[in-house]
């Protein structure tokens, strides 16, 4: 006779590994049934009130214009086409405002440690100073202040005869495209894949036989044959250089930044950097003081220190709150509103003004800010994984 030794099996909703999950699960379905109840409820709303939902005002006419836009737009352009324009407005501010707010953060977090009293000093009060400034006041000061405080165009403050400063705006030179501008870019960017390829070839013959090898000169070196190798293809410049000049009704030539945009940028930059700061500055501190003292003992300058031996350790603590800052900036962008620069929200708001499509317009905006984030975030965790300490 066969003695039974094993346990009664423990029912799934009892299973410690199960449970977890089946809550989770449950907690989806309750999101989804809130979600379509809100949903269904304002459609009937809407109903109510002879609303019906859709997007098909997407296809007729905006009549607005937009001052500021990378692309053509007139008033005659359809609502899609104005919420395109209103996307890259905000892309623009935002990228732009990432870039500098990364350099501005990162050179104000090192001076903030730095022996220098005058550097230590003047980084503590900026970092002071603008964390503990609300945002919004800050763009209304550059805006207000600043911007539209400068002399109207017919007296605009000239700077070596290449900026021009006025409350219509800040002219300075650009570059426009040639019709060999895209076959440099092409160019160069096989230039750049090739130099990286050479770098590393060079590198690891220089660890393997201990001898100099220059990996650095030789990439630069693939990269200058590469675009000497374009010019003789297309024998022309890939940018020809626009100089601004002083019209009657605005300027000519060159590239002219718009007083909401400039207040924007600089509110966004000078706020979203003295976060990155404290940031840069708490991953410093984190490495460890060995490291910093066996590196001095091999007779390494400072520069050379926090260069190779500082930075690359505290940048993966620096990573993740690093890129908290920079879905903050993403969205702070659509503060542009109060300084009438037509971003994806000022374009949403009129066109919600002139539609009263709110769910659909609503629904657009978090769609774009949700996808921007994502896609901010997936490339700065590509950029943590790769900057993880790999472990034998």
Do not use: C
Not at 353 to 380: N, R
């Amino acid at each position: 006779m066969n003695k039974h030794s094993s346990a009664k099996k423990t029912p799934f909703w009892r299973d410690k590994r199960v449970i977890p999950i089946l809550l989770q699960v449950i907690f989806a379905i309750l999101v989804v049934l809130a979600g379509v109840f809100f949903f269904t409820n304002a459609l009937g709303s809407m109903k109510q009130i002879g609303l019906v939902f859709g997007y098909d005002f997407l296809s007729k006419m905006a009549q607005f214009d937009i001052g500021d836009k990378l692309i053509e737009f007139t008033s005659t352009d359809t609502y899609g086409k104005a919420f395109i324009v209103g996307i890259l407005n905000t892309i623009k501010v935002a990228f732009i405002g990432i870039i500098l707010a990364t350099i501005l953060g990162f050179i104000v977090g090192i001076s903030r440690l730095s022996n220098n009293w005058l550097a230590k000093t003047v980084a503590t009060f900026y970092v002071e100073i603008f964390r503990n400034t609300p945002l919004l006041v800050q763009i209304f000061i550059w805006f207000y202040a600043v911007f539209l405080s400068l002399p109207v165009i017919e007296n605009s403050i000239n700077a070596f005869g290449l900026f021009f400063f006025s409350n219509r705006g800040t002219a300075i030179p650009w570059f426009d495209l040639t019709s060999s501008s895209l076959i440099w870019l092409i160019l160069f960017l096989i230039g750049i894949v090739l130099s990286f390829v050479v770098w590393r070839v060079r590198l690891k013959q220089q660890v393997e036989s201990g001898k100099r090898k220059f990996p650095l000169y030789w990439a630069t070196a693939t990269i200058i044959i590469s675009l000497g190798i374009t010019w003789l293809i297309t024998s022309e410049y890939p940018l020809l250089l626009s100089v601004p000049e002083i019209a009657p009704r605005g300027f000519i030539g060159g590239y002219t930044i718009g007083p909401g945009f400039g207040a924007l940028l600089v509110a966004l930059v000078m706020y979203t950097a003295s976060f990155i700061a404290e940031i840069v500055r708490g991953g410093i501190m984190a490495v460890s003081k060995g490291q910093v003292e066996a590196a001095k003992a091999l007779g390494l300058k400072n520069s050379t220190i926090l260069r190779l031996v500082i930075l690359p350790q505290a940048i993966r603590i620096i990573i993740p709150p690093l890129t908290s800052q920079y879905l903050n900036l993403i969205k702070n962008s659509s503060l542009a509103a109060a300084v009438a620069y037509q971003e994806l929200v000022g374009v949403g708001i009129t066109v919600l003004s002139q539609t009263g499509k709110s769910i659909e317009v609503i629904s657009i905006i978090i769609l774009v800010y949700l996808s921007m984030s994502l896609l901010t975030s997936l490339l700065m965790n590509i950029f943590n994984k790769y900057t993880q300490l790999v472990e034998r």
